[in-house]
């Protein structure tokens, strides 16, 4: 177990990097990660959706078709707070690079 740990734990530092650096695939491999439970990361749809929301700004056609997919399985509160997250993300990579 502590190697699936390990492992998911390479995927998300992996992909924050690329996500940083305002990567649409980083954020829409980083949307299926959280998504699937890829690599032993947990299953946490709010975080998909923040990921997948992400990616779709970054031009990701798929990252839009897979954010629309979850948020049928989400409620309207969930959603909200992916889309807080996401415009978070947005501000602090803004005052990064700054």
Same mark, same amino acid.
């Given at each position: 177990?502590?190697?699936?740990?390990?492992?998911?734990?390479?995927?998300?530092?992996?992909?924050?990097?690329?996500?940083?650096?305002?990567?649409?695939?980083?954020?829409?491999?980083?949307?299926?990660?959280?998504?699937?439970?890829?690599?032993?990361?947990?299953?946490?749809?709010?975080?998909?959706?923040?990921?997948?929301?992400?990616? @779709?700004?970054?031009?990701? /056609?798929?990252?839009?078709?897979? &954010? %629309?997919? $979850? !948020?049928?399985?989400?409620? @309207?509160?969930?959603?909200? /707070?992916?889309?807080?997250?996401? &415009? %978070?993300? $947005? !501000?602090?990579?803004?005052?990064?690079?700054?």
């Amino acid at each position: 177990m502590a190697s699936s740990a390990k492992s998911a734990q390479f995927l998300m530092e992996s992909r924050l990097t690329g996500a940083s650096f305002e990567s649409a695939q980083a954020c829409f491999e980083l949307g299926v990660a959280y998504s699937c439970g890829t690599g032993g990361v947990t299953i946490d749809l709010i975080e998909a959706h923040k990921w997948f929301n992400l990616a @779709a700004l970054g031009g990701s /056609e798929e990252g839009q078709a897979l &954010r %629309a997919e $979850i !948020a049928e399985e989400m409620t @309207a509160r969930e959603i909200a /707070e992916a889309q807080r997250q996401a &415009r %978070a993300w $947005i !501000a602090a990579s803004q005052a990064r690079a700054a």
